[in-house]
C-alpha cells in the first residue's frame, strides 16, 4: 500500500515520506526548510544537506517515535485498524504529536498543522484525571482513551499518558 506523510514542526512545512507499494519508506525535507538558516535536521543520521533519506534510515527513526510497548502498539492498530507492525501506519494514526514537537500527518490534514497559533484544549477535571490513573493502574497500555481526541505518541516502554497542565 502507498502513502504521503507530511513532517511539520512548530508549524512550518519540514517534508515528506514517502511509502511505495513495497512497502519501501523515503524522506526529504521540503526545500524552503533545508535552505532556512534555522532549519535542523530531524535526526543526525538524516542531514539537511542529502537529497533524500532512505527505508533504511527513516525506518528506525519513526520506530523510535512510538511507544516500545507490543500491547499499547495492538491497541492502536486495532482502534485505527492499521498494522502494530508497520511505523508509518501507525503514526499516520498518532502521529500529529511526536517527541521533539515534530508532527505526523496524512496530507489531508496536514493543512490544519500548519497553521501557527493557540489551539483549542480540552480541559479535564480532577475527576477525569482520577478515572484515568485508576485506568492505567488496571491496564498500563490504556494511554487513550475511546473519547480522546487529538493524535499523540509517546515514545519508550514505560506506561504514560500526557496531560497539559493550567497555568495560571
Known amino acids: 500500500?502507498?502513502?504521503?506523510?507530511?513532517?511539520?514542526?512548530?508549524?512550518?512545512?519540514?517534508?515528506?515520506?514517502?511509502?511505495?507499494?513495497?512497502?519501501?519508506?523515503?524522506?526529504?525535507?521540503?526545500s524552503a526548510w533545508s535552505e532556512d538558516d534555522t532549519a535542523y535536521p530531524l535526526s543526525l543520521s538524516m542531514p539537511l544537506t542529502a537529497a533524500g533519506h532512505d527505508h533504511d534510515r527513516i525506518e528506525p527513526w519513526l520506530w523510535g517515535l512510538l511507544p516500545d510497548n507490543e500491547n499499547v502498539l495492538a491497541r492502536w492498530a486495532r482502534r485505527f485498524?492499521?498494522?502494530?507492525?508497520?511505523?508509518?501506519?501507525?503514526?499516520?494514526a498518532t502521529g500529529e504529536d511526536c517527541p521533539g514537537a515534530v508532527q505526523?500527518?496524512?496530507?489531508?490534514?496536514?493543512?490544519?498543522?500548519?497553521?501557527?497559533?493557540?489551539?483549542?484544549?480540552?480541559?479535564?477535571?480532577?475527576?477525569?484525571?482520577?478515572?484515568?490513573?485508576?485506568?492505567?493502574?488496571?491496564?498500563?497500555?490504556?494511554?487513550?482513551?475511546?473519547?480522546?481526541?487529538?493524535?499523540?505518541s509517546l515514545a519508550g516502554a514505560q506506561s504514560k499518558t500526557a496531560l497539559l497542565p493550567l497555568v495560571a
Not at 485498524?81 to 499516520?92: D, M
Request: aromatic fraction near 8%; hydrophobic fraction near 45%.
Open 1 to 30: 500500500m502507498t502513502g504521503r506523510l507530511i513532517a511539520v514542526a512548530n508549524g512550518r512545512l519540514v517534508g515528506d515520506i514517502a511509502r511505495d507499494t513495497r512497502g519501501q519508506l523515503s524522506f526529504a525535507y521540503d
Open 81 to 92: 485498524q492499521v498494522s502494530a507492525r508497520s511505523a508509518f501506519s501507525l503514526l499516520s
Open 104 to 152: 505526523f500527518a496524512r496530507p489531508e490534514r496536514a493543512g490544519a498543522l500548519l497553521v501557527s497559533g493557540p489551539r483549542e484544549v480540552a480541559w479535564l477535571t480532577a475527576a477525569n484525571v482520577e478515572a484515568r490513573l485508576r485506568t492505567l493502574r488496571g491496564d498500563n497500555s490504556a494511554w487513550r482513551l475511546e473519547e480522546d481526541v487529538g493524535q499523540f
